[in-house]
C-alpha cells in the first residue's frame, strides 16, 4: 500500500466514528467520502451513498454559492497557507426537514492536498435550547436581564423593562448602570469585579436595601437574584429583579399600625384608667359623705348607673388590651388531638342543656399552639348560643383537612348574621346582637388571634343549619416566615 493510500485510511478510521459529521470533498465540492454522523445528518442510512454527490445540493442556493467561493480560494491558495472557514447554514434533509448547522471547511491531514475536510456540526438542540431559554426568559413574572462581561445589558425580558419605565429595545446594549442609582454605582463596579472573579448563583445584597433607578429618577427598591449562564462566546450573567415596593409599602404600613396600636394600648392602660379610678372613687366618697341621709331613689339609682359605666369603661380597657396581645404570634407549640380540643372548647363556653351539639371530626392530630386555637373555638361556640335568637337549638361543630389547613366549623340553627354585616361583625365594638351582653371585641379578638397564627376565620348566612356558619382555616402544616423559624 502507498504512503498516500495509508494515510487516507487512517483519516478515514480516525473520522468514522466522529461524533460530528465530516466529508472529504474536492475544488469541485465533490464527495469523495462521508461518516456516518454526516449521513445520519443528512438523513442517508448509508454513508457510502453520498459519494460522488456534491456538498452543494443540501444548501440553499445562496450558502451553496458562498461555499463554491470558498472552495475556489481554499484550493487556490499554498497548501500551508489555506484558510479554515466557518458558516452556520439552513441545511435539508432528504426527508424535507430543516436543521441548522455549522459548516466548517479545513484542511485534511496527511496527502490530502487536493482534497479538503468539510465538517458538519448539527446546532439544532442549541438552537431548541436557545428557543426554549428565550421563551422562559420572556415570560417570567419576574423582571430579567442579561449581561456580559464589560456589564452591558445584552438582553431584557419586558417584565424588567416595565419595572424600570424603559422600552425593552431602548435598553439592549446599555451599561447596567443605566438602572442604578448614581450613589450605588462605584460601589457597584467593585461587587460586580468579585462576583466576576468567582461567581455563584447567590442573591445580592444580602442584609441591605438595594434599589434601582427607575426611567423618571424615582428609586425603587429591589431583590436581585444573580447567577453565571453558560455561552461558549463568553461569559454571560443573569439578574433576576424583584420590584418589592408593594411589600415595602405594607410592611411600612404593617410597622406603623403596630406603633400606633402600642401607642393607643399605652395610653388606654394608664391614661384612661387612671381617671376613671379617680372617677370612682369620688363616687364612693360621696356616697360614703350621704350615708346619714335619705336618698331618693332616683338619686340611688344614678350612683348606681355610675358605677356600672365605670366597670364597663374599666371592662372595656382591658378588652383593648387582650385585644392588643392577641396580635402576638404564640410560638408554645404542641401536638393536640381535635377531640379534646373541641371537648375542652365547649366546657369552657358553658353551653346551657337546653341547647343540642353535635361533633364530627375528620381528621389528624394538629401541632400548634392550644391556647389561641382553643379560645377561638370557644368564642365561636359561646356566639352561637348568645345570639341565637331562643333558649334552645342546635350548634354543629365539624373538622377536616382542606390542603394545609385544618378547617373548623361552628354551625347553630339560630337568627343568623343579617346581611351585608358579614365582615361587620368582626370590627371592634361592633355588637352582632344589640340586645345580648357584651362589648363587640369578642369576634374581633378571633379573628386577629387567628390572623396573627397564619389562619383566618369567614361567616356565612345562611349556614348548613340556616343560622350562622364560621369557618376557622388553621394552618395544619407550616410554612416559614421568620428567618428565626
Known amino acids: 500500500m502507498s504512503i498516500a493510500l495509508q494515510n487516507q485510511a487512517e483519516v478515514h478510521a480516525a473520522l468514522a466514528h466522529a461524533p460530528i459529521g465530516a466529508m472529504i470533498i474536492d475544488e469541485a465540492g465533490v464527495i469523495s467520502w462521508a461518516n456516518q454522523a454526516v449521513a445520519a445528518l443528512l438523513g442517508e442510512p448509508d454513508p457510502a451513498a453520498l459519494r460522488l454527490t456534491l456538498a452543494f445540493v443540501w444548501l440553499p442556493e445562496d450558502d451553496a454559492e458562498v461555499l463554491r467561493q470558498m472552495l475556489d480560494m481554499f484550493f487556490a491558495a499554498p497548501v500551508d497557507a489555506r484558510p479554515t472557514w466557518s458558516r452556520v447554514v439552513p441545511i435539508q434533509t432528504m426527508e424535507g426537514i430543516r436543521q441548522t448547522a455549522e459548516l466548517t471547511l479545513t484542511c485534511a491531514p496527511g496527502d490530502f492536498d487536493k482534497r479538503a475536510l468539510l465538517y458538519f456540526q ?205 396580635g402576638v404570634r404564640d410560638t408554645d407549640m404542641e401536638t393536640i388531638s381535635p377531640a379534646e380540643l373541641v371537648e375542652e372548647a365547649l366546657a369552657l363556653a358553658l353551653v346551657p342543656d337546653s341547647f343540642t351539639i353535635e361533633v364530627d371530626l375528620q381528621g389528624g392530630d394538629i401541632v400548634a399552639p392550644r391556647a389561641p386555637l382553643s379560645t377561638s373555638l370557644r368564642n365561636l361556640i359561646g356566639n352561637a348560643v348568645k345570639h341565637h335568637g331562643g333558649a334552645s337549638g342546635r350548634v354543629r361543630i365539624t373538622m377536616r383537612e382542606e390542603g394545609r389547613f385544618s378547617v373548623f366549623t361552628v354551625d347553630d340553627d339560630g337568627q343568623g348574621v343579617t346581611p351585608g354585616n358579614e365582615e361587620r361583625i368582626f370590627k371592634l365594638f361592633h355588637r352582632a346582637s344589640p340586645g345580648t351582653n357584651g362589648d363587640g371585641v369578642g369576634l374581633a379578638f378571633t379573628r386577629r388571634m387567628i390572623n396573627a397564627h397564619g389562619g383566618m376565620v369567614t361567616v356565612r348566612s345562611p349556614g348548613a343549619l340556616g343560622g350562622a356558619s364560621f369557618e376557622i382555616h388553621w394552618p395544619r402544616i407550616l410554612l416559614k416566615e421568620h428567618e428565626d423559624e
Not at 394608664?270 to 350621704?290: A, C, F, K, N
Request: aromatic residues 6%; glycine residues 6%; charged residues 25%.
Open 122 to 326: 448539527s446546532l439544532t438542540r442549541q438552537t431548541i435550547a436557545e428557543k426554549r431559554f428565550s421563551q422562559v426568559f420572556e415570560n417570567l413574572p419576574l423582571g430579567a436581564l442579561v449581561v456580559d462581561t464589560r456589564q452591558r445589558i445584552v438582553q431584557v425580558n419586558s417584565a424588567l423593562a416595565s419595572e424600570f419605565g424603559y422600552p425593552r429595545e431602548e435598553l439592549v446594549g446599555q451599561p447596567l448602570e443605566t438602572l442604578l442609582p448614581a450613589r450605588c454605582r462605584p460601589a457597584h463596579r467593585e461587587h460586580v469585579e468579585g462576583y466576576v472573579a468567582a461567581p455563584a448563583s447567590r442573591m445580592m445584597g444580602t442584609g441591605r436595601d438595594l434599589t434601582g433607578l427607575h426611567r423618571s429618577g424615582q428609586e425603587i427598591p429591589v431583590e436581585i437574584a444573580l447567577t453565571r449562564l453558560e455561552n461558549a462566546a463568553q461569559p454571560m450573567f443573569m439578574a433576576i429583579v424583584s420590584d418589592i415596593s408593594s411589600r415595602k409599602r405594607s410592611e411600612t404600613a404593617l410597622q406603623q399600625t403596630n406603633a400606633q396600636l402600642e401607642e393607643f394600648t399605652y395610653v388606654a392602660s394608664h391614661d384612661l384608667r387612671s381617671p376613671l379610678r379617680g372617677i370612682g372613687d369620688l363616687v364612693t366618697w360621696i356616697r360614703e359623705d350621704l350615708s346619714g341621709f335619705e336618698l331618693p331613689d332616683d338619686v340611688q339609682y344614678n350612683f348606681d348607673r355610675i358605677s356600672l359605666r365605670i366597670d364597663r369603661a374599666e371592662q372595656m380597657i382591658d378588652d383593648l388590651l387582650r385585644y392588643a396581645r392577641a
